[in-house]
């Protein structure tokens, strides 16, 4: 019997200002499978924030420093990876550098959807760093409460300036993609879970509560999948920065130097490498408190809006997801099963990879845009 004909997947273009990660699937036959993906890390271009010990006292949001995105590098290995690695056809899912993104709570009594979207304008004027009316914005109801004897929803909202996303859009039009969504990316890289999790059978206990966690150098996305929803994002300012900055205090070296060093325990596959790394970020356990703290506060607050219902297990994604040290350190310190993701897996149903690629998890989100 011949097969269906595969239906082609857009290209997931994922760009930071530390990298850029292509992804294309296709689908058919009750899966999908990947075509092709790519990836390039930029050096950085600014030096990490300076740690603090803990009886430092300081804004640790206002030491964090964002490198500008190296956007003309990142055309180019965009356009000549679509000209010469596989990808096949023009349209593209982006996401929207996360700089341009705001997240911003706002608790408002049960609406309808249509009702919500209407209100949701005059609730944020003043709460974003830009006039409602120029952005595009989303919302994610995370839950219930009572407020002052009322009940409310807790909604999420994430907004971003209508000019830039046309801005981005353009510059991907200029080189003859056709861009068909825009994602946001701490809901982009939990589509392959939440793909996944569309095509099991349920169960009497439904879904688990899964959080992914996308650890970069100067920001972490946190987010939170129940099922096929996401019921919660959060951006800390916090990243692998402040772990360099730490190591470099804790040892009395440049900041160059601690991340070389790091980098070096990150690549190697050697035994004695990871031991080291995970002495050395334990001694220095004050450059992840904050982490570990924001990340626990998610937990908390996800499960005083979901009736108690606790985190399964949390996956890291994301290029610092790679260091296996960082891993380990963490996930001993939080109460929570921890894994290092592999979306490709997810999404295709393939066995797990020997070495998973967690920096792929929004570019396969991305192209996951129109699966079925």
């Known amino acids: 019997m011949a097969s269906r004909k595969r239906t082609l997947l857009p290209i997931g273009i994922h760009l930071t200002a530390e990298a850029v990660h292509m992804a294309q699937l296709d689908q058919g036959d009750g899966n999908v499978q990947v075509l092709s993906k790519a990836s390039r890390c930029f050096s950085p ?8 010990a803990p009886d430092e006292q300081g804004d640790d949001k206002a030491a964090v420093r964002v490198d500008q995105p190296r956007y003309e590098e990142a055309m180019e290995f965009v356009r000549q990876k679509i000209a010469t690695d596989g990808f096949r056809g023009n349209d593209a899912v982006i996401s929207l550098p996360p700089e341009h ?19 949701l304008p005059p609730l944020l004027q003043g709460k974003l760093p830009f006039d409602p009316k120029d952005a ?39 080189m003859g993609l056709h861009v068909i969504g825009v994602g946001a990316e701490p809901c982009a890289m939990c589509y392959a879970y939440t793909f996944a999790a569309s095509h099991l059978p349920a169960t009497q206990d439904g879904p688990p509560s899964l959080m992914v966690v996308s650890i970069g150098s100067h920001l972490t996305q ?26 470099a205090k804790a040892r009395g070296t440049s900041l160059a130097e601690a991340a070389a060093l790091r980098k070096r325990w990150t690549e190697s596959s050697r035994q004695e490498d990871l031991q080291q790394a995970i002495e050395a970020y334990s001694t220095v356990r004050w450059g992840l408190d904050h982490f570990v703290d924001e990340i626990e506060s998610c937990v908390r607050y996800h499960a005083s809006l979901a009736r108690g219902t606790r985190v399964d297990r949390l996956y890291f994604v994301g290029t610092q997801a790679r260091d296996a ?40 989100g991305l192209s996951l845009f129109s699966a079925q």
Do not use: W, Y
């Not at 993104?101 to 209100?119: D, F, G």
């Not at 939080?334 to 998890?361: F, I």
């Open 45 to 52: 271009v600014a030096s990490a924030p300076a740690a603090k």
């Open 101 to 119: 993104l705001v997240i911003q709570h706002v608790r408002l009594p049960p609406a309808q959807p249509e009702e919500m979207v209407a209100a």
């Open 136 to 174: 595009v914005v989303r919302h994610i109801v995370a839950g219930m409460v009572t407020e002052n004897n009322e009940t409310k929803q807790d909604v999420i909202v994430l907004a971003a300036l209508r000019a830039a996303i046309e801005k981005q859009v353009a510059a991907m039009t200029k």
């Open 222 to 247: 946190v987010a939170i999948v129940r099922g096929q929803e996401t019921t919660f994002v959060k951006g800390v300012e916090h990243g692998s920065d402040q772990l360099v900055a730490a190591i």
């Open 325 to 364: 040290a960082l891993v380990k350190v963490l996930s001993a310190q939080l109460g929570v099963a921890c894994d290092v993701g592999d979306p490709v897996g997810v999404a295709t149903g393939a066995k797990a990879a020997a070495v998973p690629e967690p920096e792929l998890a929004v570019a396969v």
